[in-house]
């Protein structure tokens, strides 16, 4: 194989993957009733397909694949959205916020929106001014994400909302992508995507821990 071959393949691999990772936040939102994908990652991520979907129409690109991948994963972060619009006011409550029944709604919508309209206004100006824009945010998009599912299990003071599935799919699904930037000699992807690859592996090992309790009283972290 040669190394356009080994770039097409890294793609499918990537592809599946992080289907696989959608798919686990939605089974697994909907299952512990709260969202698995924090906000700012969750708009990055569905503001860079929706875009990348429109690219695809209005430059009508050749290769159908590309549709097929944008519009399937946009499909996925829809339902994603689904279960933050659902049950993210409720976490609004527990959160830092200290946000009550009252003025909960207000504050969960004027904070989504807010964060939503910043993020698409960024992607817009990388969109009509920057070249190869896609690959620019999508890997800033991969360690956000990376460094904010940490952030949310320090936040919310344990696994609820997160799985070692999605870790480990989303950390080979990034890896693969670099992998793809390596062939392509693209030094900004490969740095951006080393460094997301290191933080997914602090994920993984995070999420791998267990706390057990001593027979005097102590706790400790151990690796199940």
Do not use: H
């Not at 097409?8 to 992080?18: P, S, T």
């Not at 916020?97 to 910043?118: E, G, P, Q």
């Amino acid at each position: 194989m040669n190394r356009w071959d080994w770039l097409g393949l890294f793609d499918i691999y990537q592809m599946i993957f992080w289907c696989v990772t959608y798919i686990e936040c939605i089974r697994i939102g909907i299952k512990e009733k709260t969202y698995c994908m924090p906000l700012l990652a969750l708009c990055m991520n569905f503001c860079w397909e929706i875009l990348s979907f429109y690219d695809c129409v209005v430059y009508k690109e050749d290769n159908e694949s590309f549709y097929v991948l944008y519009g399937v994963w946009a499909l996925l972060d829809i339902m994603i959205v689904w279960t933050y619009c659902k049950f993210g006011r409720e976490e609004l409550e527990k959160s830092a916020f200290k946000a009550t029944r009252d003025n909960s709604k207000f504050l969960f919508v004027t904070y989504s929106m807010v964060v939503f309209i910043i993020v698409l206004a960024i992607l817009i100006i990388l969109y009509n001014f920057v070249d190869n824009w896609k690959m620019y945010f999508s890997f800033t998009d991969n360690v956000v994400m990376s460094a904010l599912f940490i952030v949310m299990y320090y936040v919310r003071g344990g696994k609820r909302g997160q799985s070692l599935s999605i870790a480990v799919t989303k950390c080979i699904g990034t890896f693969c992508a670099t992998l793809t930037m390596i062939l392509a000699e693209q030094l900004f992807g490969i740095l951006l995507g080393l460094l997301c690859l290191l933080l997914d592996i602090v994920y993984i090992v995070i999420l791998s821990q267990r706390t057990l309790l001593l027979p005097d009283g102590r706790s400790v972290m151990t690796l199940d």
